[in-house]
């Protein structure tokens, strides 16, 4: 996607949850609801997890788009082992 657009960054989050589940409220049980993120570049990872935490959420990094975004994929018959996980986690 970001090659589509010249000077781009991408940064692949809010994406493991069905939109329903997204547009409850993020404060669950004492915990804030898990969004994963993952990106080539970390500092557009940055504004992203603050724009994350402002609505409510957890931001988790799970590093690269390789890396991360493995975890979090949904192609054909094979799932990465965090799609669809709806995760909380817990003020410490």
């Not at 997204?22 to 603050?50: I, K, N, Y």
């Not at 959420?57 to 709806?86: C, M, S, Y």
Request: aromatic share 8%; proline share 4%; no cysteine.
């Amino acid at each position: 996607a970001a090659k589509a657009f010249a000077g781009a960054k991408l940064v692949k989050a809010f994406n493991h949850l069905i939109a329903a589940t997204l547009a409850t409220d993020p404060v669950v049980e004492g915990g804030h609801r898990v969004v994963f993120l993952s990106s080539d570049d970390e500092d557009a990872t940055a504004p992203v997890a603050a724009l994350a935490k402002q609505l409510g959420f957890a931001p988790v990094k799970l590093g690269t788009l390789n890396e991360g975004g493995a975890l979090v994929h949904a192609r054909g018959r094979v799932w990465g082992p965090l799609i669809f996980q709806d995760l909380f986690k817990k003020e410490q």
